[in-house]
């Protein structure tokens, strides 16, 4: 069992940046593929970017890529998401998620997840 608890949500103007934070409870973090996914209102979940269980292979959805960047601590449990030169389309609420998957990037593919939180951007 994995309890994660994203935070680092706010608001921001666009051209802004924002780190978001994944902590994770339980000793197994490090066997777990990370993600993070977003939903804004009237869509469907979105996956973002995923990172393999050692950190390597990041793997990010066009949108991002050059903006977002995907890191993991395992000695500390904890997944981030650097989003810099943010954009109105990026306002969404964000979460992470485990799963064992390798790069996967379909919801149904992930284990546990976050209660996620809000970015707005403004423009």
């Known amino acids: 069992q994995v309890q994660l608890v994203e935070s680092g949500g706010g608001s921001v103007q666009a051209g802004g940046s924002l780190r978001l934070s994944c902590a994770a409870s339980?000793?197994?973090?490090?066997?777990?593929?990370m993600a993070w996914f977003r939903q804004a209102p009237g869509k469907e979940r979105e996956f973002v970017a995923v990172?393999?269980?050692?950190?390597?292979?990041?793997y990010y959805v066009d949108s991002v890529k050059g903006r977002f960047t995907i890191s993991r601590d395992n000695a500390k449990n904890t997944v981030y998401l650097q989003m810099n030169s943010l954009k109105p389309e990026d306002t969404a609420v964000y979460y992470c998620?485990?799963?064992?998957?390798?790069?996967?990037?379909?919801?149904?593919?992930?284990?546990?997840w976050g209660q996620g939180t809000q970015v707005t951007v403004s423009s």
């Open positions: 998620a485990a799963g064992s998957r390798y790069l996967a990037t379909m919801p149904w593919e992930y284990d546990y």
């Open positions: 339980g000793r197994t973090f490090s066997r777990y593929v």
């Open positions: 990172i393999t269980w050692s950190g390597g292979h990041p």
